[in-house]
């Protein structure tokens, strides 16, 4: 079933786990607390006396310092409260008949001295039973507390002075309440700093954040993209436009992640070259029907091909780079112009460094130079004069222009060699190494303006195929996705406006007209 995927077990599990913390602390609330329940904690245990043994300095005036047998005396105040939410009444402490006390307080290795007893405020009548006759004593390291009645949240406390042994040997309370219990309470003493969160509001915090973790990072490491609709079986090649390679290469692996028995070979070599080959294909097969070939292009296919059918992808959009020892960020055409004619050898004639102007191109087959010499210069380039892009073959030319096969390997060289200029698709997000791209007529290149800017490096990405592709086949099935499917989110991450939204269905066909 759908709904049986990872993510929404986890989502599921979160939610009943957070039903159940929340039925179990309000458990827990209306439940537990309502045993009876005396807590006590230690809330002072210091030493007075001089011994060094006590691990801590201090200094003693007046009895402190007179009292004799006082080197290793402690001080300890003890708090003692009714901590449930039911009161204590004398019957409810157990133990045997005839037994006055409730509880008794062990002070281990240390010996009771002295014991002072306060109250909480507005319960002045505890100190009632705080007599021997009910049956306070205090002897050894025991203390034995009466049957003290306790209203819900009233306490007491215990300042007890103490010989014998170090501060921190351990004090406990011992007896028994009837339903209910005699417990060490958590809480902090007054000079440490109290927990921000109980423990069970922390598990209850660490366990719904580790699950919602969880989701969260399913949900974004799992490709959440859609099946291609009408998955097709098959093997299919796309050829063509060098510029649109990794918008290709990113659908072919989804596709075929997506449709089992899809197998697709990304093959770019420039736009020309791909509609030939498409071409020449298509003539071999004859009647058999169309071949598994789809070729992009830079721009409407050359006039010739009258058996190839177009289908209008995104509008593609492309950039000049320069080599950053070129500091300018903005040419205008004119300026761009006189460039590619030679009439601009050095950049020092237009502003910039003293360096000579490197021009790096790429081959006759390619759609991105096409579009450039149609949009931006409107004329061809200049002849090549050079094989290495850095020695002069031609002595006659007027600046360096070197030929590559493909755009990245534009890329590396603009970045590579001081004072040149190239061109190459848009790439959103990336930028060249040693290399940065410039404005025309101070328009930038960018797919959230481009219905409205008026740059002018951009064109239409076509795809062709021989023929029509049959319906059912993997070409039709792989162009649906490239152009009218969940494949537009890729188009336009890698900086192209697809076609089928509202705003390049009007580009499109203004452009195409």
């Known amino acids: 079933m759908e709904w049986f995927s990872a993510e929404n077990i986890v989502a599921v599990l979160t939610a009943v786990l957070g039903v159940l913390a929340s039925i179990g602390v309000l458990w827990y609330e209306r439940r537990v607390p309502r045993r009876k329940r005396i807590g006590y904690r230690v809330q002072m245990d210091t030493p007075i006396g001089s011994d060094a043994g006590q691990a801590r300095a201090n200094v003693r005036l007046g009895l402190f310092d007179e009292t004799p047998d006082m080197a290793d005396a402690t001080l300890v105040l003890l708090r003692i409260e009714n901590d449930g939410s039911q009161s204590i009444d004398r019957g409810d402490y157990t133990g045997p008949d005839g037994q006055l006390h409730g509880l008794v307080v062990e002070f281990t290795e240390r010996r009771v001295r002295g014991i002072a007893v306060t109250h909480s405020t507005g319960a002045d009548h505890l100190m009632d039973h705080f007599t021997p006759s009910e049956g306070l004593r205090g002897s050894g390291s025991l203390i034995r507390l009466p049957r003290v009645p306790l209203n819900r949240g009233e306490h007491f406390k215990l300042l007890v002075l103490l010989t014998g042994s170090r501060v921190g040997s351990p004090i406990r309370i011992t007896g028994g309440i009837r339903d ?71 659908l072919a692996e989804k596709y075929a992640k997506a449709c089992d028995g899809a197998t697709i070979t990304v093959d770019p070599h420039g736009s020309t070259a791909g509609i030939r080959e498409l071409a020449e ?38 950039r000049l780079v320069v080599n950053d020892k070129v500091p300018l960020d ?83 060289e603009v970045g590579r060699l ?53 319906a059912d086949s993997l070409a039709s099935s792989f162009l649906s996705y490239l152009s009218r499917g969940s494949g537009q989110d890729v188009v336009r991450t890698h900086g192209h406006l697809p076609c089928a939204t509202p705003e390049g269905l009007r580009i499109c066909g203004e452009d195409a007209s």
């Open 180 to 250: 209910g219990e005699v417990r060490t309470n958590t809480a902090a003493r007054p000079d440490e700093k109290p927990p921000l969160f109980g423990r069970a509001a922390r598990f209850i915090t660490v366990a719904l954040t580790v699950c919602v973790v969880t989701l969260a990072s399913i949900i974004l490491v799992r490709d959440a993209t859609p099946p291609p609709i009408g998955c097709a079986r098959g093997e299919l090649t796309v050829t063509g436009s060098t510029a649109f390679e990794p918008v290709l290469d990113e």
């Open 418 to 470: 001081d004072g040149a200029i190239g061109y190459s698709e848009l790439r959103t997000g990336t930028k060249p190494a040693g290399a940065h791209p410039i404005a025309i007529d101070g328009a930038t290149p960018s797919v959230d303006t481009i219905g409205t800017s008026s740059y002018p490096y951009r064109e239409i990405e076509y795809a062709y195929t021989y023929g029509s592709p049959p």
């Open 330 to 412: 903005s040419l205008t055409r004119d300026a761009i112009r006189r460039v590619y004619r030679g009439d601009i050898h050095n950049w020092q004639q237009i502003g910039g460094p003293d360096l000579p102007v490197l021009l790096v191109s790429r081959d006759a087959n390619s759609g991105t130079r096409e579009v450039f010499q149609r949009r931006v210069l409107g004329r061809n380039e200049p002849a090549q004069s050079s094989r290495d892009c850095t020695t002069k073959d031609d002595p006659q030319a007027p600046v360096i222009r070197c030929e590559l096969d493909s755009t990245d390997q534009v890329l590396a």
């Open 281 to 318: 294909r298509g003539a071999e097969a004859g009647e058999s029907g169309s071949p598994a070939l789809v070729a992009l292009s830079d721009g409407p296919k050359p006039s010739g091909f009258p058996q190839l059918r177009e289908n209008r992808v995104a509008v593609s959009l492309f």
